[in-house]
Structures are given as structure tokens and as C-alpha cells.
């Protein structure tokens, strides 16, 4: 049984600070680091892998420049099995779409049983890969899922965190998943991991080993165009409300409900 | 491909592009930018120059594409749980109205479901000039596969210009797939929605974890789809325009699925990862005491919210590691975060300054809290919350 | 990853290195008050380590580890990196590696394969118990004895302040086997916890280092097979010494690790800080403080790396680097700590901010594996040796 574990490397968003004196951001020297989600689709991927006890096999494989090989070399640490990486100058600017589609290509060619996603990216936010994919691949999906209550090489039942609590779905296999943190808690990579990690051989695949023609992805072959990235305006003070706590409280919640924050 | 230049008699070297790009792609080179492969076409370092002199050209010039003025109509996804139409759908409706006022087209809230006939007359009470319901039993609670399948037909069939939805677990789910379907471009999380100068939707929305706004475009694909997250925009006044009620019955193969639902497990949940909570309540030292963090607790359980935590009260012990909020803890970015008895320190700041709303209660008028809260209390938190937890439970009825 | 000095590290050191602050960053900060209070034990942190394959860094992959032909270096990175976390939880680690060198420096091939590979995967802790109520830093004058009948030894005595005493399930024990022969009359001996007559006292309420356990050692009538007994009778305290020759640089290791935590809060501190108007880094009475600091650290830093390269390179008689290193690094940290505190002012006193447990912390290195007068005392010998040896 193969399960593959798409990843991204990503700038380490909590790290980036607001230059108080330009008020604008600094990302120069922000560590690079594995999307938080994918860690723990890996570390789901290698639980199934332990749960199932029979001869499965994890690849995770990442889109992106080749300097994500380093985000790749720490799931190996972790136990994935293999590492491709999907690297091509007409890959870049790709939006989601465009990033679903090359995904999908790629998972399709290494060959899969079960697709595992993190949530989303902690830089685009969209959340909207994982489901992308499985509709390029032709498979059922659950997202946000935050336990596997099951798992059998022919069909999975999972826990979906949703907002009104939990909903229990059944797939069968082959299916995506889309984890939450809620699933597990990510292991630290061991010293004999990342030794093999390290030795470790990294598959690379082109757009043309893929097939896939230059207008159909990229910047190209993104239906979605990014025109103006801005800070947001820097915060300042607002209303300080002192007295009374009943007074105080009352024109809280007035300001509150009226801002419609609750 | 697409590629991006640097158009050196313009660059000053100034070096502004280095430091705006979080992916190490450019780097100073004999005084001029020179991209790396590291470079993903991001563009932030486009908006970083103060001369304009990066491009980021592509092969294929914008020629839109033919038949993009076939599509016309601002639709809003009608998402329902268990026969009840979702809050968030007013407030598209609001939204969708202007849009639709603007691009002078009809605004439609679709709706899939079973039984949901008078939910959909409830619709028309608000400015929608038509409700198309799709019914079908399969179709009375969400699952990705039928209601990506059905809508995406409806969309073909039907071809608005704009499609809404709230940026709900459902939302984001099944319209990522209808965007693939449809091969269409989606923006998620909006924050702002206008019609531009060409009659286009300009989507804004945050990234980088809230760090920065991007406004994205979809200029010859449709239709232009995004989804905005419950209390964003507000809801549409109640106002009727006579509209109709378009049934249909979906294709029997739309509606199949292969992923079941067994069953929905509502739940209280008690300890909400603080990550993804759109409200939390966090404590500080002021708090006095572990025992305090209860006035806290009973505030986000009425808000409905999560319970975070400063570090010197994890260090403490009052309350466990995955409460934390700060630099050496969790970085949350909620719709409001209520800080009590946090003095507002650098470190605390970093993880949450940007929230949509903050609020802060502390006794200490110079608190550094108070330079970023947009409303604060200066107060006895042991006298505020109590009333602020009653406040609050009394609104929500 | 990290930054700092190029000190030349191996791939594998790097690892460990590595490997060794995410540990510490990921697990133990966010642990080390709580068993600071507390005194629990870290079993939690132990399994990481484990986990991790990190237990046996110092033990030859032959019998289970990743020395990789560096295990001294090894170990002073791996010290130094959970030290700058918690002292005290990185005690449990480093005192198996003080109570397992007696076993990797004298034992036979049986004792080892019987005792190192559970001890490398984290399965099994160790300790070292040489020092008694009256023989500190005159170990020779320990009076637990061990008497032979047939093919066993008869232990009676007791240790004191032995770290991971109760915890460890394997402790290399010294005794007297025969007081005639003064030095030379004593043996090394593999315990187990479990052994009839082998208890443990109550636990030591410590300044510092509390995350780790402390505990007396009772011996009364534990019976010892001859298979347990390290090396030849009498050869005891040539084996301590030995033991000790390779240990401190790991000590030593420690006190940087506590110094670096120390100064990376003063600078963080003083740092945000402002007063009259400006953050405290920038006045020179604090920045000078603060380089001074620094500056101690990477000169410590700097002796132990070069000794414990020196040691894995096969010195054959590194007492006099050992000691600088574990002096030098000790006392280092005790005045980083201290002054530490004093950048923090009242902050640094308080209990909240986590400054004070590094100075609490500090101060045992300058005491345990020998204390820093007895390491002046070894070097002022080392030094009159060699200058008696060379000819005039």
C-alpha cells in the first residue's frame, strides 16, 4: 500500500517581524521550515503505516525550488520511506490550482492508495490544494480530519473537526485526507533517521516527465493573479474605557456588537 | 513560462526586494537584483521597490478569454446545516447585493438540500432576486462529493459571473473541488470584495499568517469564486424583491457518493486547539492566582471561545503549554482576543497582534497592552469579567 | 541550523547538536519550571531522548550507540544543548553517562554487551557512586567495603548524594576490598537496583539542579557476583580517575550549556527592556557586562570542545586539560549567572522569571565530579610534574 504525503516548505510565518520604523514586514532570514500541517500529515501517515503492520510504503514529495530537498530530507527523518521532489522554473507562480493539477500529476505518476494532506499552508492560507487534488485525481476527500477511527487497506472511517463538533465519515480507498493539529502530536526526528535522511536518494520530476505542458501551469496556467500585496495598516491605540466595571462592560459590548465582533 | 526581471538602469541596489522576500529568491549581485531560483514569483518584492523596477512578466499576455461576458449573476452558496440556513449567508447576501447592484445583474442564493422549501422563502424576505434549490435526499446534509458534483453543474448550466460562500469547514471544502471542476479560480478568506474600474472582482484576503494582505484577481476564468469567513461582512437588512423559487431535481449520478456519513457528533468542546479559535480569552500574571483562571474560562465559554494563556502563567504552571500565546508559544490571529491581566509584553504581542479585534482589561492605565487593544478596560478584572461574562451570555439569550 | 562558531563538527555532531536543541527547545523548556518545583523525576524527557537515539551518543555502535568515533565530543554537545534548557533534566542524561564510563573504560566484552546496549537505547539509566559521607574530595578514604566470600562480593556501606540514586537501574559502585593497600585497595562494581540488601535513602531537597534526583545508597549485605566486578581487585581508584579524566569536559559541557541560557535571557532582556527612554543593551554598563559574558562562554566553550577532541583522539593522560576545562567552564558559569541576574535587576530575582534557576543551577558545577579546588589541585600537580620531568 502506498501512501503519499504531499509537503510544502514555507517561510516560518510566526517568525516574521514588522519593522517598527518602516512599518513594514521583514521576512529576510526567516528560517524556512516544513508547512506545520504537513508535519503532522506525515506523522499520520506514519501511524497508519505502524497501525496497518502490513508492507506499506510513505512517500512524501514537495513542488517546489530544489532547496526544498531540506524539507524533504526532515519527513524522511520522521519515517517517511521516499522523497520526490517536483522541480521546474515553469512551476513558479503557480496558484492553486495550478499547484493542485502538478500535484496531482505527480501523485498519479509515483502511484497511490492514500493521499494525506496538511490542512493548509501556513503562507497562502487556502486551504484549497488538498481538495484540488483529490478532484484532479478522481477520489473522495475528507477534510479537516482529526482522528483515523479506522483504517483498512479498502476503506478508512475518519473524525472531520467541524465547527458545530465532529462528524464521522467513510471512505473508501483510494481517498484524500486533509489533517487538523488535533490528529496527533508530530514525533521529533531520531539521530538514526536523519543519518538515513541524509544518505537518502531524492526522485526528481520535471514538467516534461510529468507530461505537463508549460501554459498549463505556473503563473500561466493560474486562474488566480495576485496584483498588490500590502501591510496592513499598523495598529494603534483605541478606546480606553475607564469608571464604573458596569459602565465600563456596558459600552464594551456595545462597541463589540456593533463592530460586529460578537 | 512566466519569468521576472530586474530592470537594472532603474535599480538602485537599495536592497528593499531582499528584505521584503521570505523564500531567500533575490539577492543583491554587483549592485542590481538578481532573482534566485528560490524565487516563486510572489511578487512582494514587485510592491517592495520604491523605483518599479521589477517586472514579473508572462508568456501568455492577458487576451481574455472568449465568452467571459456570458456569465453573468452574483451567486451566493446557501450552506444549511440540518434545515437551517448558516448566519454567514446573510451577510453574502449583503455583500452579494452590492455586487450585484454594481455589476447590474441579479444576485441568486443556491441552496442544496431536502426540506428546505420555507428556509428558501425566508431567503426572498432579504434583497435576492431568485433562490435556485436544488432537492435531493442525498443532499440534506453536506458531503464534498455531491454537493461539489451538483453545484459545479448548476455553475456550467447556469454560468454566474461571481460565486460566494462562507468560509466555513463546508465552504472551503467542496468549493476548492468545484474550482478544479469548473477550472475557475477561488480566493479564500476574503476580507474585502469590490468591483474594480474593469469589472472585475478584486479579492482581498490576508497571508503569511495574517501578516500581510494581498489583493487577487481572476481575470479570464470563470466564475471568479471566493469564500469570506462568518463576521466579516455584514448581514443583509430584511427587504423582499419578489423573487422566485427555482427547483430542481439534481441527476441521480451527481448525487452519489462514494464517502458516507455516519454520523454528527456535536460536542462542547473543552479544550479548542487556541489555533483555530475565531475567539480567545487569554490570561496574564494580573489574573493573581491559578484559581483566577475560571473568571477567564466562564467568558470564552460564553463567547464560545478558546482559553489562552501568557507565558509567565504557563511558566507558572497555571495553565498547561498549549494555552500559550506569545513568542515562545502558540501565534493566533482571532476574530477577538480579550487579554486580562497581560501587561502587553514584546513577546506576548508577537503572537497576536494581528488579531481583527483586540480588547484588554488591566488595572495599570500604562500598560503597553493599551497601545494595540482597540477597546480596553482599565479595571479590577475581578470585577469586569464576572460582568462581562453576564453581559455576554444575556445578549446570546 | 544553529549559528555561532564553525568549530568544525562532523556531520553527525551537527546532528546531534541539532537534534539536541530541538529537544531541549521543543520538550524540555516548556517542562523546566514545572520539575523545578517539583523534583519529579523526567522520565518523560528520558523516553525523547530514547526516541531519538540520543541515550547513546558516548557508546560505540558496537554495542548499541552512535559514537561514530567522537563519543567524548559527542557528549559535551549533547550536555551542553539540553543544559541550556534545564540543567537539571539534562543530568539524568549526562550522570548515565558519568555511572556507564566506568563500564565502557574497564568493563570486559561480557559486561558491556550485557549492560551497554540497554543503557544506549534508553531502556536502562545508570550512576556513579564514589562519594560517602566523610570522603568527598578524599575519596580514598571511602569506607564501604567490599568482602569477598567464594564467587561474590559482600557489600556494606553507604554513598551519598548520588545523581539518579533510586532512578538508575545500573550503578558502578566503588569499595574497599582490601584497607591495607590504601589507594590501591579498592574496587569498582556493577550494581542493579533490585539487589537484596541494595535501598535507597529519602531524595535531597537541593539549590539547584532539581530536576534531577539525588539519593543515599544503602548497602547492606548485597551480595555482588564476581561477574559484576569492574576490572581486576584494586584497581578501583584508577578506574575512578580514568572515569573522571573523560567526565569533566562533559561537566564542563554543562556549565556552558547553563551560561549560554543565562546570557541568551539577559540579552533578551535587555534587549526590549527600556529605560529612560532607551532599551538597557544600549547603555555601555550593561553592553560591557554583556560582552563579558560572551566572551567567557565562547573561551570556555572553546577549551572543552578542544579537550574532548583531544580525549577521543586517544590522549593517554588528559587529567590537566580535564580539569581546566570542567574549572574553567564551571566557574565561567557561575559569574555569567550571576551577572545574568544582575542585568535583570529585580526581574532577575524573582522566582517568575527563569534567570535565578540558571545561577541556582550554576553553582553545583563548580562542585560535583570534583570540586574546583581539588581540579586546581590536579593541575598545579600536572604542571610540577612536567617540570620536574624536563631536563633542566
Same mark, same amino acid.
Given at each position: 500500500?502506498?501512501?503519499?504525503?504531499?509537503?510544502?516548505?514555507?517561510?516560518?510565518?510566526?517568525?516574521?517581524?514588522?519593522?517598527?520604523?518602516?512599518?513594514?514586514?521583514?521576512?529576510?532570514?526567516?528560517?524556512?521550515?516544513?508547512?506545520?500541517?504537513?508535519?503532522?500529515?506525515?506523522?499520520?501517515?506514519?501511524?497508519?503505516?505502524?497501525?496497518?503492520?502490513?508492507?506499506?510504503?510513505?512517500?512524501?514529495?514537495?513542488?517546489?525550488?530544489?532547496?526544498?530537498?531540506?524539507?524533504?530530507?526532515?519527513?524522511?527523518?520522521?519515517?517517511?520511506?521516499?522523497?520526490?521532489?517536483?522541480?521546474?522554473?515553469?512551476?513558479?507562480?503557480?496558484?492553486?490550482?495550478?499547484?493542485?493539477?502538478?500535484?496531482?500529476?505527480?501523485?498519479?505518476?509515483?502511484?497511490?492508495?492514500?493521499?494525506?494532506?496538511?490542512?493548509? @499552508?501556513?503562507?497562502?492560507?487556502?486551504?484549497?490544494?488538498?481538495?484540488?487534488?483529490?478532484?484532479?485525481?478522481?477520489?473522495?476527500?475528507?477534510?479537516?480530519?482529526?482522528?483515523?477511527?479506522?483504517?483498512?487497506?479498502?476503506?478508512?472511517?475518519?473524525?472531520?473537526?467541524?465547527?458545530?463538533?465532529?462528524e464521522r465519515i467513510e471512505l473508501p480507498l483510494p481517498c484524500l485526507w486533509t489533517v487538523t493539529k488535533e490528529i496527533n502530536e508530530p514525533r521529533l526526528p531520531s539521530l538514526r533517521g536523519k543519518m538515513r535522511a541524509k544518505k537518502a536518494e531524492i526522485r526528481k520530476l520535471t514538467a516534461e516527465e510529468l507530461g505537463l505542458k508549460a501554459k498549463a501551469v505556473g503563473l500561466d496556467g493560474s486562474p488566480t493573479r495576485v496584483v498588490r500585496i500590502f501591510s496592513p495598516l499598523p495598529r494603534a491605540g483605541g478606546e480606553v474605557f475607564t469608571g464604573e466595571a458596569d459602565e465600563c462592560v456596558a459600552k464594551l459590548v456595545a462597541a463589540l456588537t456593533e463592530g460586529q465582533v460578537v | 513560462m512566466a519569468e521576472i526581471i530586474c530592470i537594472q538602469d532603474q535599480c538602485t541596489g537599495c536592497g528593499a526586494c531582499v528584505e521584503a522576500c521570505a523564500y531567500d529568491g533575490v539577492e543583491l549581485a554587483e549592485g542590481v537584483a538578481l532573482f534566485k531560483e528560490s524565487c516563486n514569483l510572489c511578487g512582494a518584492c514587485v510592491e517592495a521597490c520604491p523605483v518599479n523596477a521589477i517586472v514579473i512578466r508572462k508568456e501568455l499576455e492577458a487576451t481574455p478569454a472568449a465568452g467571459l461576458d456570458d456569465y453573468r449573476g452574483v451567486w451566493v452558496f446557501g450552506e444549511q446545516?440540518?434545515?437551517?440556513?448558516?448566519?454567514?449567508?446573510?451577510?453574502?447576501?449583503?455583500?452579494?447585493?452590492?455586487?450585484?447592484?454594481?455589476?447590474?445583474?441579479?444576485?441568486?442564493?443556491?441552496?442544496?438540500?431536502?426540506?428546505?422549501?420555507?428556509?428558501?422563502?425566508?431567503l426572498l424576505e432579504h434583497p435576492v432576486d431568485r433562490v435556485i434549490y436544488a432537492e435531493a435526499a442525498e443532499l440534506a446534509d453536506y458531503l464534498s462529493g455531491p454537493y461539489g458534483r451538483v453545484f459545479s453543474d448548476l455553475v456550467r448550466e447556469h454560468r454566474p459571473e461571481i460565486v460566494l460562500a462562507g468560509a466555513t469547514t463546508v465552504g472551503r471544502s467542496f468549493l476548492a473541488r468545484v474550482a478544479v471542476e469548473i477550472h475557475t479560480g477561488l480566493t479564500a478568506d476574503c476580507t474585502g470584495l469590490e468591483i474594480d474600474e474593469e469589472g472585475l472582482l478584486a479579492q482581498t484576503r490576508p497571508a503569511f499568517g495574517g501578516n500581510i494582505m494581498a489583493t487577487i484577481l481572476c481575470p479570464n476564468h470563470?466564475?471568479?469564486?471566493?469564500?469570506?469567513?462568518?463576521?466579516?461582512?455584514?448581514?443583509?437588512?430584511?427587504?423582499?424583491?419578489?423573487?422566485?423559487?427555482?427547483?430542481?431535481?439534481?441527476?441521480?449520478?451527481?448525487?452519489?457518493?462514494?464517502?458516507?456519513?455516519?454520523?454528527?457528533?456535536?460536542?462542547?468542546?473543552?479544550?479548542?486547539?487556541? @489555533?483555530?479559535?475565531?475567539?480567545?480569552?487569554?490570561?496574564?500574571?494580573?489574573?493573581?492566582?491559578?484559581?483566577?483562571?475560571?473568571?477567564?474560562?466562564?467568558?470564552?465559554?460564553?463567547?464560545?471561545?478558546?482559553?489562552?494563556?501568557?507565558?509567565?502563567?504557563?511558566?507558572?504552571?497555571?495553565?498547561?503549554?498549549?494555552?500559550?500565546?506569545?513568542?515562545?508559544?502558540?501565534?493566533?490571529?482571532?476574530?477577538?482576543?480579550?487579554?486580562?491581566?497581560?501587561?502587553?509584553?514584546?513577546?506576548?504581542?508577537?503572537?497576536?497582534?494581528?488579531?481583527?479585534?483586540?480588547?484588554?482589561?488591566?488595572?495599570?492605565?500604562?500598560?503597553?497592552?493599551?497601545?494595540?487593544?482597540?477597546?480596553?478596560?482599565?479595571?479590577?478584572?475581578?470585577?469586569?469579567?464576572?460582568?462581562?461574562?453576564?453581559?455576554?451570555?444575556?445578549?446570546?439569550? | 541550523m544553529a549559528q555561532g562558531m564553525d568549530y568544525g563538527l562532523t556531520e553527525t555532531q551537527e546532528m546531534i547538536?541539532?537534534?539536541?536543541?530541538?529537544?531541549?527547545?521543543?520538550?524540555?523548556?516548556?517542562?523546566?519550571?514545572?520539575?523545578?518545583e517539583t523534583g519529579e523525576f523526567p522520565w518523560e524527557i528520558i523516553k525523547v531522548l530514547a526516541d531519538a537515539d540520543l541515550m547513546g551518543v558516548y557508546i560505540p555502535e558496537e554495542y548499541g550507540g552512535s559514537a561514530d568515533g567522537t563519543p567524548g565530543m559527542n557528549m559535551c554537545l549533547l550536555a551542553e544543548e539540553l543544559s541550556r534548557a534545564c540543567a537539571?533534566?539534562?543530568?539524568?542524561?549526562?550522570?548515565?553517562?558519568?555511572?556507564?564510563?566506568?563500564?565502557?573504560?574497564?568493563?570486559?566484552?561480557?559486561?558491556?554487551?550485557?549492560?551497554?546496549?540497554?543503557?544506549?537505547?534508553?531502556?536502562?539509566?545508570?550512576?556513579?557512586?564514589?562519594?560517602?559521607?566523610? @570522603?568527598?574530595?578524599?575519596?580514598?578514604?571511602?569506607?564501604?567495603?567490599?568482602?569477598?566470600?567464594?564467587?561474590?562480593?559482600?557489600?556494606?556501606?553507604?554513598?551519598?548524594?548520588?545523581?539518579n540514586g533510586g532512578e538508575a537501574e545500573v550503578y558502578t559502585v566503588f569499595a574497599m576490598t582490601d584497607r591495607t593497600r590504601g589507594a590501591r585497595g579498592a574496587t569498582a562494581f556493577i550494581l542493579?537496583?533490585?539487589?537484596?540488601?541494595?535501598?535507597?535513602?529519602?531524595?535531597?531537597?537541593?539549590?539547584?539542579?532539581?530536576?534531577?534526583?539525588?539519593?543515599?545508597?544503602?548497602?547492606?549485605?548485597?551480595?555482588?557476583?564476581?561477574a559484576n566486578r569492574l576490572g581486576r581487585e584494586g584497581t578501583g581508584f584508577m578506574i575512578a580517575m580514568k572515569t573522571f579524566d573523560v567526565s569533566r569536559p562533559g561537566v564542563a559541557a554543562q556549565a556552558v550549556g547553563i551560561a549560554q541560557g543565562a546570557l541568551d535571557c539577559a540579552v533578551n532582556y535587555a534587549h526590549t527592556r527600556k529605560q529612560?527612554?532607551?532599551?538597557?543593551?544600549?547603555?555601555?554598563?550593561?553592553?560591557?557586562?554583556?560582552?563579558?559574558?560572551?566572551?567567557?562562554?565562547?573561551?570556555?566553550?572553546a577549551l572543552v570542545y578542544a579537550t574532548a577532541r583531544h580525549?577521543?583522539?586517544?590522549?593517554?593522560?588528559?587529567?590537566?586539560?580535564?580539569?581546566?576545562?570542567?574549572?574553567?567552564?564551571?566557574?565561567?558559569?557561575?559569574?555569567?549567572?550571576?551577572?545574568?541576574?544582575?542585568?535583570?535587576?529585580?526581574?532577575?530575582?524573582?522566582?517568575?522569571?527563569?534567570?535565578?534557576?540558571?545561577?541556582?543551577?550554576?553553582?553545583?558545577?563548580?562542585?560535583?565530579?570534583?570540586?574546583?579546588?581539588?581540579?586546581?589541585?590536579?593541575?598545579?600537580?600536572?604542571?610540577?610534574?612536567?617540570?620536574?620531568?624536563?631536563?633542566?
Open positions: 500500500m502506498r501512501i503519499v504525503v504531499p509537503v510544502k516548505q514555507v517561510p516560518d510565518t510566526t517568525e516574521v517581524r514588522m519593522d517598527s520604523e518602516t512599518n513594514t514586514l521583514v521576512r529576510e532570514g526567516v528560517d524556512s521550515i516544513v508547512n506545520p500541517f504537513d508535519t503532522y500529515a506525515v506523522e499520520e501517515a506514519v501511524r497508519v503505516k505502524e497501525r496497518l503492520n502490513l508492507d506499506a510504503s510513505i512517500t512524501v514529495l514537495t513542488m517546489g525550488p530544489p532547496q526544498a530537498e531540506s524539507a524533504l530530507r526532515e519527513c524522511l527523518a520522521v519515517g517517511a520511506d521516499e522523497a520526490a521532489l517536483v522541480t521546474d522554473r515553469a512551476f513558479a507562480g503557480s496558484d492553486t490550482w495550478a499547484t493542485s493539477l502538478v500535484l496531482a500529476t505527480a501523485i498519479r505518476h509515483i502511484g497511490f492508495d492514500l493521499v494525506i494532506c496538511g490542512k493548509q @499552508a501556513i503562507d497562502g492560507d487556502t486551504a484549497q490544494v488538498g481538495p484540488g487534488i483529490s478532484v484532479h485525481l478522481d477520489v473522495p476527500q475528507a477534510t479537516y480530519v482529526g482522528k483515523v477511527e479506522e483504517i483498512t487497506p479498502g476503506k478508512a472511517v475518519v473524525l472531520r473537526l467541524v465547527e458545530e463538533g465532529h | 446545516h440540518r434545515g437551517e440556513i448558516a448566519p454567514v449567508v446573510l451577510e453574502l447576501v449583503g455583500k452579494g447585493r452590492e455586487l450585484a447592484d454594481a455589476r447590474g445583474c441579479e444576485l441568486v442564493v443556491v441552496v442544496l438540500g431536502s426540506g428546505m422549501e420555507s428556509a428558501c422563502r425566508e470563470r466564475p471568479q469564486m471566493a469564500t469570506v469567513r462568518h463576521k466579516v461582512m455584514k448581514p443583509a437588512a430584511r427587504s423582499s424583491r419578489g423573487g422566485s423559487i427555482e427547483k430542481v431535481e439534481p441527476k441521480r449520478k451527481l448525487v452519489a457518493s462514494r464517502a458516507k456519513l455516519l454520523a454528527l457528533l456535536p460536542e462542547v468542546e473543552e479544550t479548542i486547539n487556541i @489555533a483555530e479559535a475565531d475567539i480567545i480569552v487569554s490570561g496574564g500574571r494580573g489574573l493573581g492566582g491559578p484559581e483566577n483562571f475560571k473568571l477567564v474560562e466562564e467568558l470564552a465559554v460564553a463567547l464560545g471561545g478558546a482559553v489562552g494563556a501568557s507565558r509567565a502563567t504557563v511558566d507558572a504552571g497555571w495553565k498547561p503549554y498549549s494555552h500559550q500565546v506569545g513568542q515562545t508559544g502558540k501565534t493566533v490571529c482571532p476574530k477577538l482576543y480579550i487579554a486580562c491581566g497581560i501587561s502587553g509584553a514584546v513577546q506576548h504581542l508577537v503572537g497576536m497582534q494581528s488579531s481583527d479585534c483586540i480588547v484588554a482589561i488591566n488595572k495599570d492605565p500604562h500598560a503597553p497592552i493599551f497601545q494595540v487593544t482597540d477597546y480596553g478596560i482599565v479595571g479590577d478584572l475581578h470585577e469586569v469579567l464576572p460582568r462581562l461574562t453576564a453581559a455576554v451570555r444575556a445578549k446570546r439569550g | 547538536r541539532d537534534l539536541g536543541r530541538q529537544v531541549a527547545d521543543e520538550k524540555i523548556k516548556p517542562v523546566a519550571a514545572h520539575h523545578d537539571g533534566i539534562a543530568l539524568a542524561f549526562a550522570a548515565t553517562g558519568l555511572g556507564t564510563l566506568p563500564i565502557l573504560l574497564s568493563g570486559s566484552d561480557e559486561q558491556k554487551k550485557r549492560f551497554l546496549p540497554n543503557i544506549a537505547g534508553g531502556k536502562r539509566l545508570a550512576a556513579f557512586g564514589i562519594t560517602e559521607a566523610n @570522603a568527598g574530595s578524599d575519596a580514598a578514604s571511602i569506607q564501604t567495603t567490599a568482602v569477598k566470600d567464594g564467587d561474590t562480593y559482600v557489600i556494606n556501606g553507604t554513598k551519598q548524594w548520588i545523581s542493579e537496583k533490585g539487589m537484596d540488601g541494595f535501598s535507597f535513602g529519602k531524595k535531597e531537597d537541593k539549590l539547584g539542579i532539581r530536576g534531577s534526583t539525588t539519593r543515599e545508597l544503602v548497602f547492606e549485605d548485597v551480595r555482588v557476583p564476581e529612560f527612554g532607551k532599551s538597557i543593551a544600549s547603555f555601555q554598563g550593561v553592553g560591557f557586562m554583556l560582552a563579558d559574558m560572551a566572551m567567557k562562554i565562547e573561551a570556555a566553550r580525549i577521543d583522539g586517544g590522549a593517554k593522560r588528559p587529567t590537566k586539560y580535564s580539569a581546566m576545562s570542567k574549572c574553567f567552564a564551571s566557574d565561567v558559569a557561575m559569574q555569567v549567572t550571576t551577572d545574568a541576574i544582575q542585568v535583570l535587576g529585580g526581574y532577575g530575582y524573582m522566582k517568575e522569571y527563569p534567570v535565578e534557576k540558571y545561577f541556582r543551577d550554576a553553582k553545583v558545577t563548580q562542585i560535583y565530579e570534583g570540586t574546583n579546588q581539588i581540579q586546581r589541585d590536579e593541575i598545579a600537580r600536572a604542571l610540577i610534574k612536567e617540570a620536574a620531568g624536563r631536563k633542566s
